[in-house]
């Protein structure tokens, strides 16, 4: 069967779907995107990432395609199209066709909008049985990786520099030495006392969504969150660590650059988590 995308304005074939050779996103990387998970045929967290999509917008001056009440009716049009229950979104927004030019195109040119879904089964706790291995590489990304740009080539190359070292993930290390973030996930450590380490928000790591939720599940079960920098050295000591995203929840780091983290197995905060993230979402799609 084949997929359907949807392309400014139209439901397509996705191997017929096309953008603009002007289109900004392709000639300048021009543009913002959003992730969402689905589970039970709705999308997980979906007005987090709708809020997150603004302050994206926002952030590069770009105006929207539509309307935020008309988003999630495009999106749910492919999800139906494609029959869709378990799975995930990808939308694409950029400033739109213009003649190349660095500064912006005149105001009423329209902005770009492109959403496609997969199938994917979501994470289970046989996925995270193993663990995963991090590798750090010097953080090599413009200032404001809070803005969730297209712009990616720093985590692609990162990310290849992971798979290259036999490895799941890279941790960005800033000059002071501290870990931001991973190329596509957030991180966090465990250390004494069951203290749950992860950085602050700021304009240096992205927003994440599951990072989000997973603090709030954490804090009403009794667990202390503390949001703070930490150190390679900090994190090769660590009790545990872990990374979140919107498509692996979370997956539980049993070793960093060679280096064996806790009993390096997935430890008991990270699968605790996991399991309550599951029903979160569980419970947050019940009945569809």
């Avoid at 720093?154 to 991973?182: C, H, M, N, P």
């Avoid at 939720?213 to 390679?232: D, G, M």
Wanted: net charge negative; aromatic share 8%; charged share 25%.
């Amino acid at each position: 069967m084949s997929r359907i995308a949807y392309t400014n304005g139209q439901y397509v074939r996705q191997a017929d779907a096309m953008v603009n050779i002007e289109d900004r996103g392709y000639q300048f990387a021009d543009g913002v995107y959003e992730v969402i998970a689905v589970a039970n045929g709705r999308l997980v967290d979906g007005e987090q990432h709708f809020d997150r999509l603004e302050r994206s917008l926002e952030g590069l001056r770009m105006d929207p395609p539509c309307g935020r009440h008309i988003l999630p009716l495009i999106i749910m049009q492919v999800l139906r199209r494609n029959h869709i229950v378990q799975g995930f979104i990808y939308l694409q927004i950029t400033r739109g066709v213009a003649p190349r030019n660095f500064a912006f195109p005149p105001p009423d040119t329209a902005s770009s909008l492109v959403v496609i879904a997969g199938r994917k089964n979501l994470p289970a706790s046989l996925d995270m049985a193993q663990g995963v291995k991090i590798v750090t590489v010097p953080e090599t990304r413009w200032s404001r990786p809070d803005i969730k740009t297209v712009s990616l080539l720093a985590s692609v190359l990162a990310k290849q520099e992971a798979i290259d070292r036999g490895a799941y993930e890279a941790w960005f290390v800033d000059k002071a030495g501290t870990i931001t973030e991973g190329a596509s996930s957030n991180a966090w450590i465990v250390v004494d006392g069951k203290e749950i380490v992860t950085r602050p928000l700021g304009q240096d790591i992205l927003a994440g969504i599951t990072r989000q939720t997973l603090i709030s599940l954490a804090r009403e079960s009794n667990l202390k969150v503390t949001e703070r920098p930490f150190s390679i050295n900090e994190a090769l000591a660590a009790k545990e660590a872990f990374v979140t995203s919107t498509t692996a929840f979370v997956m539980p780091v049993v070793a960093i650059d060679d280096t064996q983290i806790g009993d390096g197995k997935p430890g008991d905060v990270a699968i605790q988590l996991f399991d309550a993230y599951r029903r979160y979402i569980d419970q947050a799609t019940d009945g569809l």
